[in-house]
């Protein structure tokens, strides 16, 4: 005798992030297989301006979030002013991928990009830049360069590294020491570049010799045919990071959403779809990433161990302040 499934509505998990390719890449890698193995309707929305938005549902008493996702200072930003839920890691057992430093009461990392050194073969053939203090010696190493126009963008941790500091020292961040060594740069600084589109460009258009990029964006320049190459040694992860916004309407789906999110066999698939690695270090340590695959993604496990990992507490705390200094060295 054949008897009917009984029939159960799926629950509802509502879903916040930035739109655009970067969220449909989310849902072509992950959110797209969940009705199928979980039996849960995502519903998507996209944030306009990140944290704003979660203040503003919050402090309105009008959340109608269960999961969010923000980048990595104001994750610490929104934990700081109240804006979250405690996350229940008993409902997340997928959060024992995530490196230790990238979890904690109120967010865990999700996906990452890095910051890296790039510069053109054709003009620095076979003497190329080897460390940042290379990119910020205009002497041996002549040419234009172009850095990210926006504060909390590496640049400072970049400078430290330029002027001997080790990679595990960077944090707290010196800053006067950074912009005094960013000033003897700053001649040479051809750009302020504000958007991967627009680094993409400057490679492309071999307009900067040499120039701070996201990976994923040189990458896509020399798959173009533009002349250049690039160094994931010290460069700048950077971390995005899934949160539960205070009053969730359904917080134990938001758990479970969280926990699907992290899957490693989900997060395996992002970078065939976004140019962002996955953070769970399951998705590299189970093969499901193939090593040559791996070697590519700025969060594979070897490549984490080259780079500095921006600390979101500190930013945060020092964010605005940082930005108010940058943007008037910019000047």
């Known amino acids: 005798v054949a008897f009917a499934a009984p029939a159960f509505a799926a629950e509802t998990v509502t879903y916040a992030s930035y739109g655009g390719a970067y969220q449909e890449g989310v849902r072509k890698a992950i959110l797209d297989h969940l009705p199928a193995d979980h039996g849960m309707e995502v519903r998507e929305s996209t944030l306009q301006v990140g944290i704003t938005d979660i203040r503003t549902k919050v402090k309105g008493g ?12 104001s994750c610490q930003q929104a934990a700081d002013e109240g804006l979250l839920e405690k996350l229940d890691y008993s409902k997340i057992p997928n959060a024992a991928g995530i490196p230790e430093n990238l979890r904690n009461d ?89 958007s991967g589109a627009q680094a993409t460009q400057l490679a492309t258009s071999q307009e900067a010799d040499m120039l701070t990029i996201w990976a994923a964006r040189i990458e ?14 010290n460069a700048v992860l950077d971390v995005e990071c899934l949160v539960v916004p205070k009053n969730s309407p359904n917080r134990d789906g938001a758990m479970r959403l969280v926990n699907h999110l992290l899957d490693p ?62 943007d008037k060295f910019k000047q």
Not at 62 to 73: F, M, S
Not at 266 to 278: C, E, K, S, T, V
Not at 284 to 312: H, M, W, Y
């Open 106 to 194: 109120y967010w865990i990392g999700f996906t990452a990009y890095s910051t890296v050194m790039a510069w053109n073969k054709d003009v620095y053939k076979d003497n190329p830049p080897k460390s940042w203090a290379d990119f910020f010696d205009t002497e041996k190493f002549p040419g234009t360069r172009a850095v990210s126009g926006y504060s909390g963008q590496s640049n400072f941790e970049i400078a430290l590294m330029a002027d001997g500091v080790p990679r595990d020292k960077v944090y707290p961040l010196d800053v006067d020491r950074a912009l005094a060594t960013l000033e003897t740069l700053k001649p040479e600084i051809s750009v302020y570049w504000d």
């Open 62 to 73: 009008a959340n109608d979030l269960d999961v969010a996702e923000l980048y990595g200072g």
């Open 265 to 326: 066999k989900y997060q395996a698939n992002l970078p065939d779809f976004i140019p962002y690695g996955p953070m769970n270090q399951d998705a590299f340590r189970q093969g499901l990433i193939s090593p040559e695959k791996a070697a590519k993604v700025v969060t594979s496990t070897d490549n984490i161990a080259k780079q500095v990992v921006t600390d979101a507490g500190f930013w945060a705390k020092n964010g605005a302040a940082l930005q108010e200094r940058w």
């Open 220 to 233: 896509a320049a020399i798959k173009e045919g533009a002349p250049y190459e690039y160094t994931i040694d």
